[in-house]
């Protein structure tokens, strides 16, 4: 059974940086889509980014552009977010999300790690 989990939250101040990283394990085969989202408190899930298996272009959120940039390594079965200019607004839980290997529907969901950027 594949499990996504995510790594590299933690308390920043506005205009830090911070790497997240999400591992899968239990692989057995190379999911078509590996993304992120957050969820900021009382709020609905939110769109970061998401790379495909391919060599094709990364699609990020239009308010996270310039900013946020994904990356993934298919070999070690991870996916990346390296966020810049953290804004208090990019407070929220962050998920690690991947699909089937031909689907582009996310069934796969890491437990999320927070990220807080204060003031």
């Known amino acids: 059974q594949v499990q996504l989990v995510e790594s590299g939250g933690g308390l920043v101040q506005a205009g830090d940086s911070l790497r997240l990283s999400c591992a899968a394990s239990g692989r057995t085969f190379i999911p078509n889509l590996m993304g992120w989202f957050r969820r900021a408190p009382g709020k609905e899930r939110e769109f970061v980014a998401s790379a495909s298996r391919s060599a094709g272009i990364p699609y990020g959120a239009d308010s996270m552009k310039g900013r946020f940039t994904i990356s993934r390594d298919n070999a070690k079965g991870t996916v990346y977010l390296q966020m810049n200019s953290l804004r208090p607004v990019d407070t929220s839980v962050y998920y690690c999300?991947?699909?089937?290997?031909?689907?582009?529907?996310?069934?796969?969901w890491g437990p999320g790690t927070q990220v807080t950027v204060s003031s």
């Open positions: 999300a991947a699909t089937g290997a031909t689907m582009t529907t996310y069934h796969l």
